[in-house]
């Protein structure tokens, strides 16, 4: 078996330049190149995961196939390189001293003092080569979160320094990521900050091995030598990394700087194939030159902070290239539809041609939710609920169609007359809030010639899930004689996972979390339908607005 190597991304200077993005484009060229490539992510902060945290602190939390709870960059791993990750792709500090301090209750260190080093650093070890020693990779690339000099991030670092040494020059490298700020008073790029970033990196035993620079405007030759010269690497392992346009663009901006022949050479690596990424650029042409445009009405309740949504607007762009439109996003608070006025609410809604109504957790906003639902429903715009989104079309169908005038769901009303969704039985004696959720990847059986089954283009399909409650099958019989058909059926719980109303152009509600399985390149089947069905309402509008105006100047 080959020996599996090891690309280690860190950040200096400033938070938020993209190491996530940097390592998911530099995945998808080395895989464009031949070789198997896996991404994983070290957090330095103490939650166990960010199942526990508000969307507010550290945005969305994405969940993997075999139902880890992880951070939203695992997202753009899956994305950009076509892979799914897993349990062992996100690895936090809460993780790292949890393992040790059951070790230490067990016995396992023989008495031994427990210290950061060797028994921390030898747990993130461990932990960093669970992927590589699969055999399933040639390369593993490792996101360090944080900022070199952060107090949090200092035992992973250490730990890059010993593997470095452990592995040999040939298998390790660091890759560190730095800002190249611009003074507009005196018009010109300083690299002060990122020297003294590559010195702090050194004062912990670790030579950076490639530089990339975050920067507003091209690097020229001089500067390039002087850093190169400043920070002990040859002049090719400088690398510009300009902002971009768009994220798409980051890929191809990383093979015009060399940087994957780089790694390669530094690695003893083979360049094999060369990287075309033709499909990537066929992507990247539409995204940037679309046919026309589509709005779609984001309603959530998270809406500040669009990290907390951000696996549904990238399905939304993917599937809306796919279709060849641009796919305008307004974002939309429920908590703000709650007051308003039918003719106010029409006001509103009225120019999207689309209306999605977002995942969550807790009672706040969900009346606006469900009047936007209704809006919807109501007036036949195509409507895709995620999640909660589909748990309240539940509840709005049950008050405003079944006459059932105090439905809700137990989560926000546990007295409630008629509770149409309700808790799970195996979550009612769970106290602890981390990972216990149903979480992963389970079975659906859909209704043939359904709308999901003729977005699928299957019967059997799997999907990832993150939720307590589910749908109350005492209320089934009355929900299919009043028009919402339960077409996703979960075999061997009878979970209802997808609802649709009847005689409806668009009418779609899913228990579980489409989004994370769309990628760039395939788009979720789901969101293809939907942004599809919104292009034609779009167009069928025009139409009858064309017509009526054309009436008016007969008359």
């Given at each position: 078996?080959?020996?599996?190597?090891?690309?280690?991304?860190?950040?200096?200077?400033?938070?938020?330049?993209?190491?996530?993005?940097?390592?998911?484009?530099?995945?998808?060229?080395?895989?464009?190149?031949?070789?198997?490539?896996?991404?994983?992510?070290?957090?330095?902060?103490?939650?166990?995961?960010?199942?526990?945290?508000?969307?507010?602190?550290?945005?969305?939390?994405?969940?993997?196939?075999?139902?880890?709870?992880?951070?939203?960059?695992?997202?753009?791993?899956?994305?950009?390189l076509d892979v799914s990750t897993s349990q062992a792709n996100n690895v936090t500090t809460g993780k790292i001293y949890q393992t040790v301090i059951n070790k230490e209750r067990r016995g396992d260190y023989l008495g031994k003092t427990v210290q950061v080093i060797p028994h921390i650093t030898d747990e993130?070890?461990?932990?960093?080569?669970?992927?590589?020693?699969?055999?399933?990779?040639?390369?593993?690339?490792?996101?360090?979160?944080?900022?070199?000099?952060?107090?949090?991030?200092?035992?992973?670092?250490?730990?890059?320094?010993?593997?470095?040494?452990?592995?040999?020059?040939?298998?390790?490298?660091?890759?560190?990521?730095?800002?190249?700020?611009?003074?507009?008073?005196?018009?010109?790029?300083?690299?002060?900050?990122?020297?003294?970033?590559?010195?702090?990196?050194?004062?912990?035993?670790?030579?950076?091995?490639?530089?990339?620079?975050?920067?507003?405007?091209?690097?020229?030759?001089?500067?390039?030598?002087?850093?190169?010269?400043?920070?002990?690497?040859?002049?090719?392992?400088?690398?510009?990394?300009?902002?971009?346009?768009?994220?798409?663009?980051?890929?191809?901006?990383?093979?015009?700087?060399?940087?994957?022949?780089?790694?390669?050479?530094?690695?003893?690596?083979?360049?094999?194939?060369?990287?075309?990424?033709?499909?990537?650029?066929?992507?990247?042409?539409?995204?940037?030159?679309?046919?026309?445009?589509?709005?779609?009405?984001?309603?959530?309740?998270?809406?500040?902070?669009?990290?907390?949504?951000?696996?549904?607007?990238?399905?939304?762009?993917?599937?809306?290239?796919?279709?060849?439109?641009?796919?305008?996003?307004?974002?939309?608070?429920?908590?703000?539809?709650?007051?308003?006025?039918?003719?106010?609410?029409?006001?509103?809604?009225?120019?999207?041609?689309?209306?999605?109504?977002?995942?969550?957790?807790?009672?706040?906003?969900?009346?606006?939710?469900?009047?936007?639902?209704?809006?919807?429903?109501?007036?036949?715009?195509?409507?895709?609920?995620?999640?909660?989104?589909?748990?309240?079309?539940?509840?709005?169908?049950?008050?405003?169609?079944?006459?059932?005038?105090?439905?809700?769901?137990?989560?926000?009303?546990?007295?409630?007359?008629?509770?149409?969704?309700?808790?799970?039985?195996?979550?009612?004696?769970?106290?602890?809030?981390?990972?216990?959720?149903?979480?992963?990847?389970?079975?659906?059986?859909?209704?043939?010639?359904?709308?999901?089954?003729?977005?699928?283009?299957?019967?059997?399909?799997?999907?990832?899930?993150?939720?307590?409650?589910?749908?109350?099958?005492?209320?089934?019989?009355?929900?299919?004689?009043?028009?919402?058909?339960?077409?996703?059926?979960?075999?061997?719980?009878?979970?209802?996972?997808?609802?649709?109303?009847?005689?409806?152009?668009?009418?779609?509600?899913?228990?579980?979390?489409?989004?994370?399985?769309?990628?760039?390149?395939?788009?979720?089947?789901?969101?293809?339908?939907?942004?599809?069905?919104?292009?034609?309402?779009?167009?069928?509008?025009?139409?009858?607005?064309?017509?009526?105006?054309?009436?008016?100047?007969?008359?």
């Amino acid at each position: 078996m080959s020996q599996t190597k090891y690309v280690f991304v860190t950040g200096g200077v400033a938070s938020s330049l993209g190491k996530g993005i940097l390592a998911a484009s530099l995945g998808k060229v080395l895989i464009e190149r031949g070789y198997r490539v896996t991404i994983q992510k070290l957090d330095p902060y103490i939650n166990v995961d960010p199942g526990t945290l508000n969307p507010y602190e550290h945005g969305e939390c994405f969940v993997t196939d075999d139902g880890a709870e992880t951070d939203l960059d695992l997202g753009h791993y899956e994305r950009f390189l076509d892979v799914s990750t897993s349990q062992a792709n996100n690895v936090t500090t809460g993780k790292i001293y949890q393992t040790v301090i059951n070790k230490e209750r067990r016995g396992d260190y023989l008495g031994k003092t427990v210290q950061v080093i060797p028994h921390i650093t030898d747990e993130i070890k461990r932990r960093i080569k669970l992927l590589g020693e699969t055999g399933k990779y040639d390369i593993v690339l490792t996101e360090i979160g944080g900022t070199v000099g952060d107090i949090e991030s200092l035992p992973y670092i250490e730990a890059v320094r010993q593997l470095k040494w452990e592995l040999g020059a040939e298998n390790a490298l660091v890759l560190h990521l730095t800002l190249l700020p611009y003074l507009r008073t005196s018009g010109e790029l300083k690299t002060k900050p990122t020297q003294h970033s590559v010195k702090m990196l050194l004062e912990s035993g670790v030579q950076c091995d490639i530089l990339a620079l975050r920067t507003e405007f091209s690097i020229d030759e001089d500067l390039r030598r002087k850093i190169a010269l400043f920070c002990n690497l040859t002049k090719d392992a400088v690398i510009e990394v300009r902002d971009a346009e768009t994220i798409y663009d980051v890929p191809l901006m990383l093979q015009r700087e060399e940087l994957d022949k780089v790694v390669l050479k530094k690695l003893g690596m083979s360049l094999k194939k060369e990287p075309k990424l033709t499909d990537w650029k066929e992507f990247l042409h539409t995204f940037k030159n679309p046919e026309s445009e589509v709005k779609i009405g984001l309603i959530g309740k998270y809406v500040e902070l669009k990290d907390s949504y951000l696996s549904i607007h990238e399905a939304i762009v993917h599937a809306g290239v796919k279709n060849n439109v641009k796919t305008k996003i307004r974002w939309i608070h429920s908590e703000d539809l709650e007051e308003l006025t039918p003719s106010e609410m029409k006001a509103e809604l009225s120019d999207l041609h689309g209306i999605l109504v977002a995942p969550g957790f807790g009672g706040r906003g969900i009346e606006g939710k469900v009047r936007a639902i209704q809006y919807a429903r109501e007036n036949h715009v195509p409507f895709f609920g995620i999640c909660l989104g589909m748990q309240c079309a539940v509840i709005e169908f049950a008050r405003n169609v079944l006459q059932m005038h105090e439905a809700n769901s137990t989560e926000f009303d546990d007295t409630t007359k008629f509770p149409v969704i309700h808790l799970q039985k195996e979550q009612v004696d769970i106290t602890d809030k981390g990972g216990t959720m149903r979480l992963g990847l389970y079975n659906c059986k859909l209704k043939e010639n359904s709308t999901a089954h003729k977005a699928y283009g299957e019967t059997n399909i799997y999907e990832r899930h993150r939720h307590r409650y589910e749908f109350n099958n005492a209320y089934l019989e009355e929900f299919k004689k009043g028009g919402m058909h339960a077409t996703g059926i979960n075999p061997e719980k009878s979970l209802v996972e997808i609802v649709e109303v009847e005689g409806h152009p668009f009418y779609v509600g899913v228990q579980f979390h489409p989004e994370y399985r769309s990628r760039v390149l395939t788009p979720h089947p789901v969101f293809l339908a939907f942004i599809k069905a919104s292009k034609k309402y779009r167009d069928d509008k025009t139409k009858k607005s064309a017509k009526t105006k054309a009436a008016k100047t007969v008359s």
